[in-house]
């Protein structure tokens, strides 16, 4: 079972970065908000907090130049 997480994570994750290119603020934190709440409910955390973690990451990583 820990195994399937990992790699349920892992994939989860790749996805994630392919599909992080948005064209705009709105589409990055989106995605990232659901790549965020996949990754901590497959990971046992809290999938809310994964979600606005990530949706935060995604709609600020242009503004810091990272996508």
Not at 2 to 12: C, E, F, P, Y
Not at 45 to 63: K, M, N, P, R
Request: with cysteine; aromatic share 0%; net charge negative.
């Amino acid at each position: 079972m820990q195994s399937t997480r990992i790699r349920l994570t892992g994939a989860v994750l790749a996805l994630g970065l392919v599909a992080a290119c948005g064209s705009n603020d709105l589409e990055r934190g989106a995605v990232g908000a659901s790549i965020g709440g996949v990754g901590a409910a497959l990971t046992g955390g809290s999938a809310v907090q994964g979600a606005v973690i990530g949706g935060a990451a995604g709609a600020l990583c242009d503004d810091v130049n990272l996508c």
